[in-house]
């Protein structure tokens, strides 16, 4: 869906420090500042997407790491999964969809937790389309300095590019875009409250 990660950018410019028993020189890093997410840049293959993708960074807790301990962390957590019916490409009436945005406290959890079987069985085969969204927890989703370096509320943007992609795409699944319901478990929920009140995230 898009990328919100920073990076590390080595420079050459390092500075030699005199210490009491020699001179040593290091190595200068720079790093880019938060951002919001972006979209993802077009490609031209293929792309499977059959497993879910890293969750989000976040602190290692027993609850969570028993369900979520086998899949992998990363900054480049920001995607999301759609559960669709079958559908025929002569349909002409679309299938209403249904946002699930995960839990967590805003500092864990992942849309992995939520599986995919029981989506697909019991409300795939009534003709909904499910998608569950990922977006940052914890320090990379909320940190904030108060200012332009690092405004916050990182995962509340991740979500609202996420709708964004669902109302830009969701009729090449057969999905309504004008049919959409979201919702969301514990912080989940309290997200979707805010985004309802959220100017950027209504259209």
């Not at 210490?19 to 200068?28: D, E, F, N, P």
């Not at 003709?127 to 990379?140: F, K, N, P």
């Not at 509340?156 to 109302?167: H, M, S, V």
Request: glycine letters at 10%; charged letters at 20%; proline letters at 5%.
């Amino acid at each position: 869906m898009g990328h919100g990660q920073s990076h590390r950018h080595p420079e050459e410019d390092s500075r030699v420090v005199n210490t009491k028993y020699g001179q040593i020189l290091g190595r200068r890093f720079t790093f880019d500042k938060r951002q919001k997410p972006e979209p993802p840049e077009p490609w031209e293959n293929v792309r499977e997407t059959k497993k879910f993708a890293p969750r989000s960074i976040q602190k290692d807790m027993f609850i969570i790491e028993k369900t979520l301990g086998g899949y992998s962390q990363s900054e480049d957590c920001l995607y999301l999964n759609v559960f669709a019916p079958v559908w025929s490409p002569q349909s002409s009436t679309g299938f209403a969809v249904l946002v699930f945005i995960h839990g967590g406290g805003f500092v864990s959890d992942s849309t992995v937790k939520y599986g995919d079987v029981g989506i697909c069985e019991h409300l795939c085969t009534k003709e909904v389309i499910v998608v569950t969204v990922q977006y940052r927890v914890g320090y990379l989703g909320f940190f904030s300095t108060g200012d332009e370096h690092c405004y916050g509320n990182f995962a509340l943007w991740d979500q609202t590019l996420a709708l964004k992609w669902i109302q830009d795409n969701i009729s090449f699944f057969n999905g309504d875009p004008t049919n959409v319901t979201v919702m969301g478990q514990s912080a989940g929920g309290a997200s979707v409250d805010l985004l309802s009140i959220c100017p950027h995230s209504r259209g």
